[in-house]
């Protein structure tokens, strides 16, 4: 019996591959770097549109007519990974949960219409965890998340991040980061190239 149990152990220990409800392994400095590279492209503009139609594990790609009605879900990305970041950290009702890489897929395809009116607010409040308008972006990261090559015209990494043992919860993390980066830089772009 000790035996069997130490084998278990030794192969759980040895298998590189994510384990779901584990800690995810370490992030080497050259995998931040080719993840976030891969983060960026997808932050900038038109390029979320482009990634998808490269096609992801939850989305067909070019053939697929998946986003159609739903476009508004592919701009403002960075923004969208910091939200997620935010909401996979939010406990579930009964006190479980928190930064688990889970997240409700209930109304993830919904987005509101646009309001002509400038700041005029009459979206209904959203209860029960709705994740409206993400789904686009989780699709781009179980991408990022599943083939190490995605997307293209980014660094490959040698191992997709969960054939190398890293969390999902750690990418969309990671992501939130990114997001937070990127924004501080394209702002300050913006500021420095400002008229008055």
């Not at 006190?95 to 009116?117: A, E, I, K, V, Y």
Request: charged letters at 20%; one cysteine or more.
């Amino acid at each position: 019996m000790r035996a069997a149990q130490l084998l278990t152990t030794l192969l759980q220990c040895c298998s590189a591959v994510y384990t779901p409800g584990t800690p995810g392994a370490a992030w080497t400095a050259e995998e931040v770097l080719i993840v976030k590279a891969k983060l960026w492209r997808m932050f900038s503009t038109d390029e979320a549109e482009r990634m998808v139609k490269e096609g992801t594990p939850a989305s067909p790609g070019n053939d697929s007519d998946i986003y159609t009605g739903s476009k508004g879900s592919l701009f403002t990305i960075a923004p969208k990974a910091l939200r997620q970041g935010f909401h996979d950290c939010l406990r579930y009702p009964d006190g479980s949960g928190g930064c688990d890489g889970c997240l409700s897929r209930l109304n993830m395809w919904h987005t509101f219409d646009h309001n002509p009116h400038d700041g005029y607010f009459n979206y209904p409040d959203q209860t029960g965890g709705d994740n409206n308008g993400m789904q686009a972006l989780s699709d781009l990261l179980e991408g990022i998340y599943f083939w190490p090559d995605y997307p293209s015209r980014t660094p490959s990494l040698q191992v997709s991040l969960k054939e190398s043992g890293k969390s999902r919860a750690d990418l969309w993390a990671l992501a939130a980061i990114a997001a937070v980066e990127y924004g501080i830089d394209t702002t300050n772009i913006k500021c420095r190239h400002a008229t008055s």
